[in-house]
């Protein structure tokens, strides 16, 4: 292979040209063309990086290692038309491998010439960079992508200002050249400048230190402006630093944010809880700031709510004292009253027993004086009966008077007669006159006591009625009061088992009363716990006020905190 190209170096020893050709086929790919761009031959390196075969090229055109748009282009077939003029092509190219994926190589395409100086074919000489090439385009590209986002500027080792992005120049306020030939201390304020941190800040980038941090500078309207940067010693290919590029973010809006959110939170953390952040921060920080708007207007309302209720608390906790102090004395004196309750009680409990005693014994006399009576309804029984008799008796002797009335008069009726016809017999009559008139005045006599005797029996008898009627009324009362008695002998016994009963609940009332007794004592000194844990929670309730009296949640003043930290 390239044997003929031996024919061709006159000059040129042929072992020499051989081994030339060894060397750099050993280490390059190597492809032969014709000047149409027809393959004649390459070498392993070559078919390596494009993957193919030799038989699979040789006889084919150049444009199978290039896209069909490129191949079928003007700019392709002058190239070629260049080659056959015999002009020399050397550069990077993006070529297609049998597989359709890209490959870079650095080439140079190399007309041959025949001794007449006439090109004859063209030989090429390449080297894969494809992977440097992709990493160079992933570099650039990153470097690309950093310019669009950021602001980028150069500088050489002292300062001074060398290029200058779009970015920057908008963020600074400054055209390109109005900066180029400056120094990077344009930028800073002049006490900075000329401060000795400066120049060594500086002396460490000469140095190839690398400085990133927030950085303070000023627009060329004097305004400030924060900016995240980094500054990047670049080192040439012997290590040696021979330029600065410096890139950064404008985070002016988020240090203003920061500081304001500084603000806040220290007026928060001293109490101040009146004041919120009205004006919009930049970006994400802006949920941060309604955050803490929010939170302060939550803190505002829990402390308004714990002052109302810490008030309300001590109000209570001093309601609840007085309360309570009205209740321990309450609670000393019910204690005290509960003591004589139950002395009370336990006389009370005595004295009971002994009405239980003598009711008992009451209820005894009671039952004895209800027989008693009831004999002496028997025996007024029998004396109404006995009256009764009696009564009946005087009648019958009052018909019998009657009767003796009644022959008495029939006798002075046969003595007047008598002593008629004694008149009417004279002389003769006389003794017998006589003896009527003895027989009349008898009569008269009799009738006359019988009268007597029957006024007296009649009255007798009213006298016996009216103390039958007596005995009767006498023994119904006997009765009733026999009744009444058992009644009241009924009572006494009831009285004597409630009295019984009223001393057994009466002793139960004392131990209750002894128990209540020892309860009110307990009471009481629990009562002096719980004035002592209410005054204690009233000192509490005062202290909790003096906490809640450190905020301060009244509304004053706003929009101050962003533009006092944005100053």
């Not at 390196?45 to 191949?71: C, M, W």
């Not at 400054?174 to 000795?196: C, N, T």
């Not at 002592?532 to 706003?558: G, M, P, W």
Request: proline share 1%.
């Amino acid at each position: 292979m390239f044997g003929h190209l031996f024919g061709q170096a006159k000059s040129v020893d042929t072992n020499e040209a051989r081994s030339i050709i060894d060397a750099i086929s050993r280490s390059q790919a190597m492809i032969e063309f014709d000047l149409e761009g027809t393959i004649l031959s390459a070498n392993s390196n070559f078919l390596a990086t494009l993957k193919y075969e030799s038989d699979e090229i040789v006889g084919q055109h150049h444009r199978i290692f290039v896209e069909p748009e490129y191949a079928a282009s003007e700019h392709y077939a002058k190239f070629w038309a260049r080659l056959a003029k015999g002009e020399f092509f050397a550069d990077q190219y993006k070529r297609i491998d049998k597989n359709g994926d890209e490959v870079w190589i650095q080439a140079s395409y190399n007309p041959i010439f025949d001794a007449n100086g006439k090109p004859i074919k063209v030989v090429k000489f390449a080297t894969d960079i494809t992977e440097q090439k992709l990493h160079a385009a992933d570099t650039n590209g990153q470097i690309t992508a950093i310019g669009r986002s950021q602001a980028v500027i150069e500088f050489d080792l002292d300062g001074t200002i060398l290029h200058a992005n779009q970015n920057f120049l908008d963020a600074l306020g400054y055209q390109l050249d109005e900066v180029v030939g400056q120094h990077h201390r344009i930028f800073v304020k002049p006490e900075e400048a000329a401060s000795s941190d400066y120049k060594e800040f500086w002396a460490r980038l000469a140095r190839g230190e690398f400085d990133s941090a927030e950085y303070e500078r000023v627009r060329k309207d004097g305004d400030s402006i924060w900016i995240q940067a980094s500054y990047n010693p670049i080192l040439d290919a012997d290590g040696r630093p021979f330029k600065v590029v410096k890139y950064a973010t404008d985070v002016t809006g988020r240090k203003k944010a920061v500081v304001a959110l500084g603000h806040a939170l220290e007026r928060m953390s001293e109490g101040n809880l009146s004041q919120k952040i009205d004006i919009p921060f930049e970006g994400e920080l802006d949920e941060v700031r309604q955050a803490i708007n929010k939170t302060m207007d939550r803190f505002k309302s829990i402390v308004q709510r714990l002052r109302e209720t810490s008030m309300s608390l001590r109000a209570a906790t001093t309601e609840i004292l007085a309360g309570a102090n009205d209740l321990s004395d309450r609670t000393a004196k019910e204690a005290a009253a509960v003591e004589e309750t139950s002395a009370s009680v336990e006389g009370i409990s005595a004295g009971v027993s002994d009405t239980q005693k003598k009711a008992s014994e009451a209820a005894n006399a009671t039952t004895q004086v209800s027989r008693d009576a009831t004999a002496v309804g028997e025996v007024m029984g029998n004396a109404n009966r006995a009256m009764e008799g009696i009564a009946a008796s005087a009648t019958e002797i009052s018909n019998i008077i009657t009767v003796i009335d009644n022959i008495a008069f029939q006798t002075n009726l046969l003595a007047l007669n008598a002593s008629v016809e004694a008149a009417r017999a004279g002389e003769a009559g006389k003794g017998f006159a006589v003896v009527a008139v003895e027989v009349r005045r008898l009569a008269q006599s009799a009738a006359e006591s019988s009268r007597e005797i029957k006024e007296l029996i009649e009255k007798s008898t009213q006298e016996v009625v009216q103390g039958t009627k007596l005995v009767a009324d006498a023994s119904g009362q006997v009765g009733q009061i026999v009744e009444k008695i058992s009644y009241s002998s009924a009572l006494v016994e009831e009285i004597s088992v409630a009295m019984t009963e009223q001393a057994s609940i009466l002793s139960e009332v004392g131990l209750a009363v002894r128990q209540i007794d020892e309860m009110a004592q307990q009471n009481a000194a629990l009562v002096e716990e719980t004035n002592a844990a209410i005054e204690q929670c009233e000192s509490q309730a005062h202290n909790l006020d003096n906490i809640v009296d450190t905020f301060k949640i009244e509304q004053v003043a706003t929009n101050n905190a962003y533009v006092t930290a944005a100053a």
